[in-house]
T-cell receptor, first 114, second 110 residues
Framework: DAGVIQSPRHEVTEMGQEVTLRCKPI?????LFWYRQTMMRGLELLIY????????DSGMPEDRFSAKMPNASFSTLKIQPSEPRDSAVYFC????????????FGPGTRLTVT | KNEVEQSPQNLTAQEGEFITINCSYS?????LHWLQQHPGGGIVSLFM???GKKKHGRLIATINIQEKHSSLHITASHPRDSAVYIC????????????FGGGTRLMVKP
């Protein structure tokens, strides 16, 4: 398996633009997580899905952020409109849903909003 | 106070030294993870444990549930071990969500 796939790997955009980050989890995994990592706050969970259903989105910073998982093999994290403070590395991870299973992280998307 | 505290925040060692990184948590957990993040940014899961001790090569992870404490040990450290090591806990009744420590930045000098 190719592991968790994220695209793009790097994104530079201007303030106010819409940004869409994409994630393909490992085949067979039914939990998917979106994380954000910044120097100031470290790694933070934004939202997590079980079987394509959002379970907890309490980490989503504000209404400008939205996430969808239309099927078991694809998820998006959208920021609209983007702001410079959204600049961070966004990681997607997947795992099996039941039991204490390991999470497998994607390579991350480094977002810079100017 | 953060739910997951790591120490030290930064650590510099000479090649060959034995290294210990500590993680303390204040909540009930179902599992604890140790993650490694290399300078390139990728995150790799090293261990997941809920009791006792696990070993993989030169890495050893231990956990004491009663004391709410875990340690990650690296024996015979090498410059390629230089990375950020992150402790994360899966809290009880939190499903598969992880709460992260602030990380320990390790540099091993040749």
């Amino acid at each position: 398996d190719a592991g968790v796939i994220q695209s793009p790997r790097h994104e530079v955009t201007e303030m106010g633009q819409e940004v869409t980050l994409r994630c393909k989890p490992i085949s067979g995994h039914n939990s998917l997580f979106w994380y954000r990592q910044t120097m100031m706050r470290g790694l933070e969970l934004l939202i997590y899905f079980n079987n394509n259903v959002p379970i907890d989105d309490s980490g989503m910073p504000e209404d400008r952020f939205s996430a969808k998982m239309p099927n078991a093999s694809f998820s998006t994290l959208k920021i609209q409109p983007s702001e410079p403070r959204d600049s961070a590395v966004y990681f997607c991870a997947s795992s099996l849903a039941k039991g204490a299973y390991e999470q497998y992280f994607g390579p991350g998307t480094r977002l810079t909003v100017t | 106070k953060n739910e997951v505290e790591q120490s030290p925040q930064n650590l510099t060692a000479q090649e060959g030294e034995f290294i210990t990184i500590n993680c303390s948590y204040s909540v009930g957990i179902s599992a604890l993870h140790w993650l490694q993040q290399h300078p390139g940014g990728g995150i790799v899961s090293l261990f997941m444990l809920s009791s006792g001790k696990k070993k993989h090569g030169r890495l050893i992870a231990t956990i004491n549930i009663q004391e709410k404490h875990s340690s990650l040990h690296i024996t015979a450290s090498h410059p390629r071990d230089s990375a950020v090591y992150i402790c994360a806990v899966r809290t009880n009744n939190a499903g598969n969500m992880l709460t992260f420590g602030g990380g320990t930045r390790l540099m091993v000098k040749p």
